[in-house]
């Protein structure tokens, strides 16, 4: 009498006869599907990849917000430079001047401004406007003090007037103190005014000659403004060589991917145009800053590309290995290939562009993906005995494994759904992504893989050895089993205490690429110019955007006072319209200063000073001669182009500095928490750095990670209750997932507080999900075998479903084995991560499936 069948067993019976009927027309309608699937990823709307991290955070993150107005107001703030070198001075400065004419001519629409040239006579000749009025003091006190030293030299009766006890020795005095460059806060290329001017620590200026190379000491005295100076002749077997840069203003950041690949592309048209040219002497070109940093969105690219096809050689051997065929391995594989084209095609269609998580999508398929195939597979291997047709085998095996498939898809689909929580965009389109790869993953083993079977004709044989000794008995393996359970819950223990070390990733360092790093070193021409303020600070600094230009002038306010009276350490410099132009009444009563200075200075008596006091009275008799104020005008246009927006306005906009590691997070967060938030007359400033950006997608990721992982454990569990029902077979899948999340997170801590290795990071994050939901996959259908088979022994269910398993999850560890051969850091991390994390699960699996089908799922002997 026939029992009504259910949807799975009247599906298999349809299917599998008509795809094993009509193969050949099976296989081409697949065919074609993939081709047609194909055009939305190659051709319209095509995939592309999107590196700028801004779009990954929500619209209205602060940091976004300015950075669109400080596109809209004033363009990039990042630095895009074209370095020159050669042996000729006067040729770096005339191509100085034709590159810039090039831009002018040929880069409209792309750049606000150029520069070449920063000179600084100007702030020479006003130099004494900008001293604050206690340093002018000062000046005209010391005035007083030589007047008065040469009158007890030359005259007796001064001496006796003044003091009998004078001492007769000069007085050491400080002229012009080390601390204006920082009280003024210009930048480094105005401050050059002022080199010759500071007290000069001798015993110091002797070790610097003798031990460092001056850079500036080669170039003329009319070109020490336009050019960086000559590298040290040593590291160029004597040269002296001269190093010129220009600089370019440009219309968008450094973090707009297709942006920079045109930028990039008119570049090398650039270069080509000036390396055709013929020289007197050897000259070489190089694009420097931020921009040429982005190349290494291309080696991304690349690295995932290289990851992949490292994966797919290793899951073909291992396939081949657990099959002992080359058949299985080329079944598989096909597969899980068919499954990436439907999530490719799927994320052209609903994203059209990869970011920096999902762009990996393809070698996190390739290993999650082909564990359905190998399940289906290697259950048909084992029926191959029990059945006289091929299409029996695949008919019963796709029966048996579509429930099994549901709800191991569906925990694992779910784990990659709770992303959909987070707010970072990077989270949300991963979880997206990967969902449906895993959904194609699971559908291509139960649709496709048929067909390719039967056009193969056949599956291989299954192999005979056992992973045990053939002469344990049942009870042998389960007591086996009990002792590594019991290790393993020892191991469990002991991984609650370092479970307090897991750590994030906040040196910045250790995410990017080793081999650029060296590469770039070789072949750059240095752009770095020696600061005269000698303060360190940041190459990317904060713009903040007023409506008004009062806003900046109190914001100049509030930052002199961080600066010289609370002395933060982590700001390094400021430029507003005021640093440049003081107020005018300030300069008024400077000037009543500087006009006592001028005719002290000029006196007759000061002809008798010697030393030091003579150099710097001549100095001081030149720079007094200023008698007006100036105001914006006045100054060089190249100060004013560094606060200019392109309506040709200024003022209301500035750039903050910051003095700390750029590489390490936790500063860079400080640094935004500080400096990243002003309000004046009741108005909030937008304050935009790409490094803010940065700073905040961590900070999203970080608050995101955890959360998300919690939230994953708890959607897990919930799944195991509605799937498995019964209290047994629940609390045996919690507690295989959880002693293997236990163990991970253990085996995470251990590795970070004895090696600093395996810290989460911005990178591998994305595998958290991944691994707790494939972590429980091998659980289920261990328990899912188990249950629905009563004939099934312990040694059955480890050579069959543990042999799937095993073979299933080192597949799936090898398709993340590509990330640790690239050599960006931050991506070897996501291997590193994937391939720890799935190992243990894997065993953890193994060892408490086992123990307790043997003992809490124990079946009745009868």
Not at 181 to 199: H, I, N, R, S, V
Not at 771 to 789: E, V
Request: proline letters at 4%; one cysteine or more.
């Amino acid at each position: 009498m026939d029992t009504q069948k259910s949807l799975i067993e009247r599906f298999s019976n349809w299917y599998i006869p008509l795809i094993c009927k009509h193969q050949y027309k099976a296989l081409v309608f697949y065919i074609l599907l993939a081709l047609l699937l194909a055009f939305p990823i190659l051709v319209y709307p095509g995939l592309k990849l999107d590196a700028d991290l801004a779009h990954l955070l929500p619209e209205e993150t602060p940091s976004v917000k300015a950075l669109n107005e400080s596109y809209e107001r004033f363009g990039s703030t990042d630095k895009f430079m074209i370095a020159i070198q050669s042996e000729d001075v006067e040729l770096v400065a005339a191509l100085q001047d034709s590159i810039a004419d090039y831009i002018h001519k040929n880069w409209e629409g792309d750049y606000v401004s150029t520069q070449v040239d920063n000179d600084n006579q100007f702030f020479k000749d006003n130099g004494l406007l900008y001293l604050p009025l206690h340093h002018l003091e000062s000046l005209r006190d010391n005035l007083e003090d030589v007047q008065q030293e040469i009158g007890r030299k030359n005259g007796p009766l001064v001496v006796d007037l003044l003091d009998d006890n004078a001492p007769a020795e000069k007085k050491e005095r400080v002229w012009f103190d080390a601390s204006i460059p920082q009280e003024l806060g210009l930048p480094d290329e105005a401050l050059g005014a002022f080199d010759t001017f500071f007290k000069k620590d001798t015993s110091k200026s002797e070790e610097k000659s003798s031990g460092e190379w001056n850079a500036k000491s080669t170039v003329p005295s009319h070109l020490k403004n336009r050019l960086i100076g000559s590298p040290n002749p040593e590291n160029f077997d004597g040269k002296i060589l001269f190093n010129g840069v220009v600089n370019a203003k440009l219309l968008k950041p450094s973090t707009d991917y297709e942006f920079v690949t045109h930028i990039l592309a008119r570049t090398d048209t650039l270069l080509q145009y000036f390396n055709g040219k013929q020289y007197p002497v050897p000259t070489r070109f190089t694009v420097e800053g931020t921009y040429e940093g982005l190349k290494e969105v291309d080696d991304v690219a690349n690295d995932s590309i290289f990851s992949f096809g490292i994966s797919l050689f290793l899951i073909f051997f291992l396939t081949a290995f657990f099959f002992r065929s080359v058949k299985g391995p080329i079944l598989v594989t096909a597969s899980v290939l068919y499954a990436c084209v439907p999530t490719l095609a799927f994320t052209a269609i609903f994203y059209g562009k990869f970011n920096p998580f999902t762009v990996f999508v393809a070698s996190i398929i390739l290993g999650i993906g082909i564990d359905y195939s190998i399940h289906i597979l290697g259950t048909a291997q084992k029926l191959l005995h029990k059945y006289a047709t091929l299409e029996e085998v695949l008919e019963h095996a796709q029966k048996k494994m579509i429930k099994p498939f549901i709800l191991a898809s569906f925990t694992t689909i779910a784990a990659f759904l709770t992303l959909l929580a987070s707010s970072f965009r990077g989270f949300y389109e991963f979880g997206i992504v990967a969902s449906t790869g895993v959904l194609f993953s699971m559908l291509t083993s139960v649709l496709v893989l048929p067909v390719f079977v039967k056009c193969m004709g056949g599956i291989p044989k299954a192999p005979n050895n056992s992973f045990l000794p053939k002469s344990w008995s049942e009870q042998k393996i389960f007591k086996f089993f009990k002792v590594a359970a019991i290790i393993g819950f020892v191991i469990g223990a002991l991984s609650l205490y370092y479970c307090q070390y897991v750590d994030f990733e906040h040196n910045l360092r250790n995410l990017r690429r080793v081999s650029t790093e060296k590469t770039q070193k070789k072949n750059k021409i240095s752009t770095k110019v020696t600061t005269a303020s000698g303060k360190a600070k940041t190459s990317t600094p904060a713009a903040v955007m007023g409506s008004k230009p009062e806003q900046l002038d109190k914001l100049y306010d509030t930052l002199m006072v961080r600066l010289l009276k609370e002395k933060d350490p982590m700001l390094g410099s400021f430029l507003t319209l005021k640093t440049f132009v003081p107020p005018k009444d300030s300069q008024e009563a400077r000037l009543e200063i500087i006009e006592e200075i001028r005719d002290l200075a000029n006196a007759r008596v000061f002809d008798h000073a010697t030393g030091e006091d003579s150099v710097n009275i001549a100095t001081l008799r030149q720079l007094a001669q200023v008698k007006e104020s100036f105001g914006p005008e006045d100054i060089p246009a190249w100060t004013l182009d560094i606060l200019r927006e392109k309506d040709g306005s200024y003022g209301k906009i500035g750039f903050i500095y910051g003095d700390f590691p750029s590489w390490d997070a936790h500063a860079l967060h400080d640094f935004q928490n500080r400096y990243g938030h002003w309000n004046f007359d009741g108005e909030n400033l937008r304050t935009f750095s790409s490094q803010f950006i940065l700073s905040d997608v961590i900070e999203s990721v970080k608050a995101d990670s955890f959360k998300l992982a919690a939230a994953i454990v708890v959607v897990i569990f919930a799944t195991l209750a509605i799937s498995f029902r019964k209290p047994k077979l629940f609390i045996s899948g919690c507690i295989s997932f959880g002693l293997g999340f236990l163990i991970t997170l253990g085996a995470l801590g251990f590795l970070t507080h004895t090696l600093e290795f395996g810290k989460i990071s911005i990178y591998n994050v994305i595998v958290i999900p991944m691994t707790l939901g494939i972590g429980i996959d091998a659980t289920i259908h261990f328990i899912s075998a188990w249950i629905s088979d009563k004939n099934l022994t312990l040694r059955a269910l480890l050579d069959n479903t543990g042999r799937n398993v095993m073979a299933s999850s080192t597949t799936t560890i090898a398709g993340f084995v590509g990330f640790l051969f690239t050599t960006h850091r931050g991506l070897q991390g996501i291997g590193h991560l994937a391939c720890v994390g799935l190992a243990i699960f894997l065993v953890t699996s193994v060892v408490f499936s086992m123990f307790l089908c043997g003992s809490l799922l124990k079946k009745d002997s009868k």
